[in-house]
């Protein structure tokens, strides 16, 4: 069988290395020294003036949110993932959608003033698929309306953008370690902020507030990372470079020979160093999809419809028509990618979607 991904799972004996430090210390969780390497070792290798590393993807986005967002109204990408409008909702703002770019995938700055009101407090816009916004006008949008600006780069580990780590763009930028992305804690995830006073803020939000055993800087909730996800991400991370490359392989495989003209592929943006975190193609139509679909199940591979639905179509978003993203959304198929995946599985799913598309 083949998923459209697969966890990567560094050989066990060198995780339970990790894990035997958590057991002569006696220490699970609370920044143990193995969260504190982690981080440590992510900040140079990501070159990012801050980095807080937390239990999930989603916490990050949450707080972010609970901080910046004044319970106002919320600029953001109906195409993303669900975590990014479910956090809006759930931290008491209330979702605005933009459409996309149709070629990029990521929100169409150009259509972002109109949508700015008297109640607008952020810009929540997701580097989809790994892939930058643009990030200059929406910076440019937000100075002159006043607005913070959270970047959801949960698919972003390792971009950069103009040379620069894609989390150093933004007020705050989140990214996930959940087990199915690029990087991984098996669960987790971090935050990204220059700003020293707001990084202090975002720190102590993620461990109740506290100030010391007995003290509160303020309100906090729980988004700590255990030393036993630490010791997951330290397992992993000294592959990140063949785990990138290997999928580098299979991009250029795809890219190489897929037929496109019934599909097409997204494009990066421009000085983009991207990290192969995701192959979507867009077909035709929704029929074309179903059938590519299908054909592949039959030889039991399994892509899936990364992303759909188009988010302001879920029913707690109250979201208006978004033609492009709805469109997309119903096209877009992310195909099998993941370190390991064979030359020959690869030409297999080729040769199926060219079969299943001429
Ligand atoms: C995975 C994901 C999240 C959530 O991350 P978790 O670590 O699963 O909480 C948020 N936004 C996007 C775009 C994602 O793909």
């Not at 020294?33 to 980095?51: G, R, W």
């Not at 006008?137 to 600006?149: R, S």
């Not at 949960?154 to 894609?166: E, N, P």
């Not at 220059?194 to 506290?210: A, P, V």
């Amino acid at each position: 069988m083949i998923n459209v991904t697969k966890t990567f799972l560094p050989p066990i004996d060198e995780y339970q290395n990790l894990v035997q430090r958590a057991w002569k210390k006696e220490w699970l969780t609370n920044r143990g020294e193995l969260v504190l390497e982690l981080e440590h070792k992510l900040k140079e290798y990501l070159n990012v003036s801050n980095i807080i590393i937390m239990n999930n993807g989603t916490i990050p986005i949450q707080i972010a949110l609970n901080i910046l967002g004044e319970k106002g109204e919320i600029i953001t990408t109906p195409f993303s993932y669900v975590a990014t409008t479910s956090s809006i909702v759930w931290e008491h703002c209330t979702p605005v959608f933009v459409d996309i770019n149709e070629d990029y995938l990521t929100i169409d700055e150009t259509k972002i003033e109109a949508a700015i009101t008297s109640k607008t407090t952020c810009i929540l816009a997701t580097h989809v698929f790994g892939n930058p916004c643009n990030i200059e006008a929406i910076q440019e949008i937000a100075m002159k309306h006043n607005l913070k600006v959270i970047y959801d780069a949960a698919h972003s580990f390792g971009v950069t953008y103009k040379g620069k780590s894609i989390f150093d763009y933004g007020d705050v930028s989140t990214c996930s370690f959940h087990a199915t992305k690029l990087f991984h804690t098996a669960e987790g995830g971090a935050i990204f902020c220059n700003d020293i006073e707001l990084n202090h803020k975002l720190f102590y939000s993620h461990n109740f507030g506290h100030n010391g055993p007995l003290d509160f800087h303020g309100v906090g909730i729980n988004g700590k990372i255990s030393e036993l996800q630490a010791a997951m991400g330290l397992a992993v991370f000294p592959y990140m470079s063949k785990i990138i490359n290997e999928r580098k392989e299979v991009v250029e495989n795809y890219q190489l020979n897929l037929d496109f003209l019934k599909l097409k592929e997204f494009q990066i943006r421009p000085e983009t160093q991207w990290n192969y975190s995701y192959y979507p193609v867009v077909f035709e139509d929704e029929t074309t999809l179903l059938k590519v679909q299908k054909s592949l199940n039959e030889s039991e591979i399994f892509p899936r419809r990364y992303f759909y639905p188009s988010l302001n179509t879920i029913p707690y978003a109250n979201g208006n028509s978004m033609p492009i993203s709805e469109r997309i959304a119903s096209r877009v198929l992310c195909l099998p990618l993941y370190a390991g995946l064979s030359k020959e599985d690869t030409h297999k799913i080729i040769s199926i979607i060219n079969q299943s598309i001429c």
